[in-house]
């Protein structure tokens, strides 16, 4: 069962002044428990599992679910990124680099830090579909349902947690802060903020996460 979180617990953050929306401890015990599901899950299959990571936010966590496995496990990895002018997602997804090896008749894991609206997970999904693989599910850490506009199946999910803007642990806000080793939670409106603000124009006080 993944944890819904349905208010912020303060502290336990370790090396950062902000408050943990999700502990960096909370998150481990988190992964290694999906890491077990997993490996339960594909136990009986014949060829390696790929992990195919949706670049870059869920690098971080596929580091750490990659080593929680206990069946054999390869990585590929995926560039999504949607398009359109200014602050707002055009809605659609293009993917700026595939797969390497071969998806062909494999069973492939999709790694994604964070569901949003699905837009990502969903042309990730269709586009590996076209590979023909043995079967394609998706490992989500966090859930968040308030901005779903596609539907998707998370075979493996983390956290559910609510309609908060969220930093750390390889989510970014204007490319910052995915060191941070647990989650924070921001303002909603940091989001639009964040992708009206170049890096250049980010240590303005406009564009101050808040
Ligand atoms: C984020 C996140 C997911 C996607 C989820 O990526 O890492 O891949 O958005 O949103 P969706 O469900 O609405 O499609 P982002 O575009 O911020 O790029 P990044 O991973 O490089 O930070």
């Known amino acids: ?119 990502t997970a969903a042309a990730v999904t269709k586009r590996v579909k076209d590979m023909n693989p043995a079967s394609v599910r998706l490992a989500a850490l966090l859930d968040r349902p308030a901005r779903r506009a596609v539907n998707v199946k998370i075979d493996f999910r983390g956290f559910t947690i609510p309609d908060r803007f969220v930093i750390g642990y390889g989510l970014d806000y204007a490319g910052l802060y995915r060191e941070l080793p647990d989650m924070q939670g921001r303002n909603p409106a940091a989001r639009a903020l964040a992708s009206s603000c170049s890096h250049t124009l980010f240590f303005s006080r406009a564009c101050r996460p808040v």
């Open 1 to 119: 069962m993944p944890e819904v979180l349905t208010q912020t617990k303060p502290a336990a953050a370790t090396s950062t002044s902000g408050k943990a929306m999700i502990s960096s401890a909370r998150i481990a015990r988190r992964v290694r428990r999906l890491g077990r599901q997993i490996s339960d899950a594909y136990a009986d299959i014949e060829t390696p599992l790929v992990l195919l990571v949706i670049l870059k936010g869920a690098t971080v966590f596929a580091a750490d679910l990659l080593r929680s496995l206990s069946i054999p496990a390869e990585l590929e990895f995926v560039r999504a990124a949607s398009y359109g002018g200014g602050t707002a997602s055009s809605g659609r997804v293009r993917l700026a680099h595939m797969v390497e090896g071969t998806v062909a008749a494999r069973h492939v894991l999709l790694v994604e830090d964070i569901v949003d609206s699905g837009r």
